[in-house]
């Protein structure tokens, strides 16, 4: 795939134009990351010491809740959010995943599996943080990370 750039101080507004030379699956992905990241939201947030912070989604690699708190864990540190798990879930982008009744996380940080006997995935993050997937939700997280 060839990617070119063009820059020119005479554009308005900016616009981004994909060419290809027939419709397929990897430009249909690289369109949803694209349309993701664009229209991600961001999170009012705060840290242990009460002090306000403004998270974009496409920082955070995981969604805990943990002692009936959420926490947002970022590469800069631990956040908690005052919502619900559930309706996080309703505004993430696609390469969120489920892989608990208490954790979303976000593929794009995996940096690999380790595939237990009794059917619980180790995943460890890229910043070698780590949780486990839970046994009822192993069959989406196969399908998603086509495993």
Same mark, same amino acid.
């Given at each position: 795939?060839?990617?070119?750039? =063009?820059?020119?101080? !005479?554009?308005?507004?900016?616009?981004?134009?994909?060419?290809?030379?027939?419709?397929?699956? &990897?430009?249909?992905?690289?369109?949803?990351?694209?349309?993701?990241?664009?229209? !991600?939201?961001?999170?009012?947030?705060? &840290? %242990?010491?009460?002090?306000?912070?403004?998270?974009?989604?496409?920082?955070?690699?995981?969604?805990?809740?943990?002692?009936?708190?959420?926490?947002?864990?970022? %590469?800069?540190?631990?956040?908690?959010?005052?919502?619900?798990?559930?309706?996080?879930?309703?505004?993430?982008?696609?390469?969120?995943?489920?892989?608990?009744?208490?954790?979303?996380?976000?593929?794009?940080?995996? =940096?690999?599996?380790?595939?237990?006997?009794?059917?619980?995935?180790?995943?460890?993050?890229?910043?070698?943080?780590?949780?486990?997937?839970?046994?009822?939700?192993?069959?989406?997280?196969?399908?998603?990370?086509?495993?």
């Amino acid at each position: 795939m060839k990617i070119q750039v =063009d820059y020119s101080e !005479q554009m308005t507004h900016d616009e981004l134009l994909i060419t290809c030379n027939k419709h397929n699956h &990897d430009i249909d992905k690289l369109l949803t990351l694209i349309n993701d990241f664009y229209n !991600q939201p961001s999170y009012q947030v705060r &840290d %242990l010491n009460n002090d306000i912070y403004f998270i974009a989604q496409h920082d955070i690699y995981s969604f805990r809740f943990e002692n009936r708190l959420l926490k947002i864990y970022t %590469l800069k540190g631990t956040f908690i959010l005052n919502e619900r798990l559930y309706k996080v879930k309703e505004h993430l982008a696609s390469h969120f995943l489920q892989i608990s009744k208490s954790e979303i996380i976000n593929t794009m940080f995996i =940096d690999h599996l380790v595939l237990n006997k009794n059917g619980i995935i180790e995943i460890i993050f890229t910043n070698n943080d780590s949780t486990y997937s839970s046994r009822r939700y192993l069959k989406s997280i196969k399908e998603a990370l086509k495993l």
